[in-house]
Structure formats: structure tokens, C-alpha cells
């Protein structure tokens, strides 16, 4: 059973930055994939950024590609989410989730193979 929480929202003013974390415990395949997806009121939820737990090049949404960066510390079972540049369109509700096995190209963003999802963290972004 893997459980995971995130921490690090809040409101920040456009062009500001944000860090986000997500606490892993329990065992998960180092052949698997966590992330970050967001989703803001009355639209979907999205993939943000994901990247393989035993690490590997990082894949990003074409939204934030340049901006936010992803990274997992293994020692401390924690995986991160830095934001720079922020614009209002970032506000959305993050959520840290985990896939139960390895992921094809095809199936990077399916949101059906990600097993194991955190609460999520609120990021506001003003004008």
C-alpha cells in the first residue's frame, strides 16, 4: 500500500515562485512512474510533469515545459515539484500520484494507471 501527501501550496503573485512536495511511503516498482497532475475548477484534471522512480529524463506538459521542473529524492522518499514564472492559469488543486507499473509513451498521461493519488495541495497564482 503506497500513501503519499503533498505539501507546499499557497497564493503567490504572477512571475513568483512555488515548491511543491509529496511524501511517498510504502513499496512501489522502481520500473514505475510518479507525478504531478492539477486541475482547476470546472475543467479536467491534467498531467503536469512525470518522471520513472529509479530515474530517467523527465517528461513535461507543453503548458509548463520551461517553467516547473520535477525531481525525486529516493533517499527521503519524497518527490518535488519546483514552479518558476507562475502565471494565474497554474491555479489549480495539485495532486501528487504514483503508477503501479511501468509506462509506455502511449499510456504516459493516462490517468488510469495511476494507482495511488495524495489529497492534493492548492497553488493560487494573482495578477
Known amino acids: 500500500q503506497v500513501q503519499l501527501a503533498e505539501s507546499g501550496g499557497g497564493s503567490v503573485q504572477s512571475g513568483g515562485s512555488l515548491g511543491l512536495s509529496c511524501a511517498a511511503s510504502?513499496?512501489?516498482?522502481?520500473?514505475?512512474?510518479m507525478g504531478w497532475f492539477r486541475q482547476a475548477p470546472g475543467k479536467e484534471r491534467e498531467g503536469v510533469a512525470t518522471v520513472k522512480i529509479e530515474g530517467g529524463s523527465p517528461y513535461y506538459a507543453d503548458s509548463v515545459k520551461g517553467r516547473f521542473t520535477i525531481s525525486l529524492d529516493k533517499a527521503k522518499n519524497t518527490l518535488y515539484l519546483q514552479m518558476n514564472s507562475l502565471k494565474p492559469e497554474d491555479t489549480a488543486m495539485y495532486y501528487c500520484a504514483a503508477s503501479h507499473t511501468y509506462l509506455t509513451r502511449s499510456i504516459l498521461w493516462d490517468q488510469r494507471f495511476y494507482k495511488y493519488w495524495g489529497q492534493g495541495t492548492q497553488v493560487t497564482v494573482s495578477s
Open positions: 510504502g513499496y512501489t516498482r522502481s520500473n514505475a512512474y
